[in-house]
């Protein structure tokens, strides 16, 4: 009897671990303290932006003295066009992938950021613009104007197909 058990486990097909994504490889590194919001403008609803999200967003980066680095608003020297990604698809910066989803519709927050979680990240998938302080201790603004889910079409995420219906 004993016999028939031990050869029964054998034959247990053994479930492979999967392989952790690149996010997930770079969540692992996060210290506690290095991201850390505050609430300018509460948003509205009760819904925040998952994985597979296209999320629209303005942002307005600078320094602890209060001096902008960079900008999505025309006011302050950007093209005045809203950020567009998806979120867990789109390369970005790790206090975005993790500041982004705490986000509801409408809401303006500021995130102080240690450099582990933007430009200064060793695995950082985006390259800083010149004469960016990429090893400075920052404040991202970050006014979220809406997300949607969508299905991405191209490689690129050039195209995507918003969810109407779930």
Request: charge should be neutral.
């Amino acid at each position: 009897m004993a016999a028939t058990e031990e050869t029964a486990q054998d034959y247990v097909p053994q479930k492979k671990k999967k392989e952790p994504t690149e996010i997930e490889k770079r969540r692992k590194k996060i210290v506690p303290g290095s991201l850390m919001k505050a609430e300018m403008r509460p948003g509205g609803g009760d819904a925040r932006p998952s994985d597979g999200d296209q999320v629209l967003y303005h942002c307005t980066v600078r320094t602890l003295d209060g001096v902008i680095v960079e900008s999505s608003r025309a006011e302050y020297g950007g093209k005045g066009t809203p950020i567009r990604q998806v979120l867990d698809k789109s390369k970005m910066l790790l206090g975005l992938i993790e500041g982004l989803p705490t986000m509801l519709k409408g809401e303006v927050a500021m995130f102080k950021m240690k450099p582990q979680m933007h430009y200064g990240e060793a695995d950082c998938p985006l390259s800083p613009p010149s004469s960016f302080p990429k090893d400075d201790e920052l404040h991202f603004e970050i006014e979220m104007i809406d997300f949607s889910k969508v299905k991405v079409v191209s490689d690129d995420l050039g195209i995507t197909k918003k969810v109407m219906r779930t």
